[in-house]
């Protein structure tokens, strides 16, 4: 429902979502199938690059870092993706990606 709302053409995934769907497809027990269900994806939905993130990435790294609450490198590169490009971040953990400073998260499993 959400998704409709918001019209796929206002969806992106980052370079590293693609790339954790990529391998969640080839670990899968039908890897040509969920390959393919990929591909689809990828003609909905555009894919930014992380280029634009890399040095705010580095910036929050160590901010966390100094702070003891670091996330795993591959998220702290979705979330900073999302903010360096000005968009809201879907995820169900919010909880996780809220020790990213002046991001916008949304939850639409709730």
Do not use: M
Not at 83 to 105: D, S
């Amino acid at each position: 429902e959400k998704l409709d709302a918001v019209g796929i053409e206002n969806c992106f995934i980052s370079e590293i979502t693609l790339a954790e769907l990529k391998y969640g497809a080839f670990f899968s027990q039908q890897p040509e199938k969920h390959i393919t269900e990929v591909e689809g994806l990828l003609k909905e939905i555009a894919v930014i690059p992380i280029t634009s993130s890399i040095d705010l990435y580095a910036e929050e790294k160590a901010r966390l870092r100094k702070a003891g609450t670091l996330i795993d490198d591959f998220d702290l590169l979705i979330g900073c993706t999302a903010i360096a490009n000005g968009l809201t971040l879907v995820t169900n953990n919010t909880k996780h990606f809220n020790r990213l400073q002046n991001i916008r998260l949304e939850d639409w499993t709730k």
